[in-house]
């Protein structure tokens, strides 16, 4: 997801968990899409309000590809004044215009328009890139975006949930930071075995698009 369109989301978190209805449309229009995975689904609809549903999937969406915060406009079709204030805000931060008349009669508009150039959720990294292990700069902008479902990423890379627990504990008002001594004791006790192509299995396991990583490793 680009970096706009998570601002605007984090931007509009309270309201948006607050108005949404999600469990008729707006959940099943975004596993039809791909977007969101059956596990993924469950995880959101065992919430116990409907104000837990929506942070549950606002938690979810920013790890979701590329495509996601477009599909989520897309979804918002019986919440037209939302995306309204969605769509004017991204044209707002970026300074664009008004949407043209072929985006318009997509229900796209402004910089929502932009996830339109990615037509697939296979991974963009090279193969010398995925070969390598990541800088520390890399790592860190990783630690950024992992979000909510960075535990089962660093299990997945070998940690113990002992070593999970300690990271969360040690930082338990810096996600980021947590995330990130994690990523670097995996990359220590790994060595050259610690590379990018690791990680990138390691997310893709956690169900997260592999856009996550290349705005990691590319941006």
């Not at 116990?48 to 079709?77: I, S, V």
């Not at 997509?106 to 150039?117: D, K, P, Q």
């Not at 810096?174 to 990138?200: K, M």
Request: net charge neutral; hydrophobic share 40%.
């Amino acid at each position: 997801m680009e970096p706009e369109h998570r601002a605007v989301l984090r931007k509009f978190r309270v309201q948006l968990s607050d108005q949404l209805l999600i469990s008729d449309t707006i959940v099943p229009f975004l596993y039809q899409e791909g977007v969101l995975t059956e596990a993924q689904v469950e995880q959101v609809e065992g919430q116990l309000t409907n104000r837990q549903k929506n942070l549950k999937l606002l938690d979810l969406l920013p790890n979701r590809g590329p495509r996601a915060f477009c599909a989520f406009l897309e979804a918002l079709r019986d919440f037209g004044w939302i995306r309204d204030r969605l769509l004017l805000e991204l044209q707002n931060s970026a300074g664009t215009g008004p949407p043209g008349p072929n985006l318009a009669g997509n229900g796209l508009s402004g910089g929502a328009a932009v996830t339109a150039r990615y037509h697939g959720d296979a991974s963009r990294i090279p193969d010398s890139v995925l070969q390598r292990v990541p800088s520390d700069r890399e790592l860190s902008r990783l630690a950024q975006r992992l979000g909510a479902e960075w535990e089962p990423v660093l299990l997945d890379l070998g940690l113990s949930a002992e070593a999970v627990y300690r990271c969360r504990s040690d930082h338990s008002l810096n996600t980021g930071a947590a995330v990130l001594d994690g990523l670097v004791l995996w990359r220590r006790a790994g060595g050259r075995r610690a590379t990018v192509g690791r990680l990138l299995r390691s997310l893709e396991a956690a169900d997260l698009h592999p856009s996550v990583l290349e705005e990691a490793v590319l941006g």
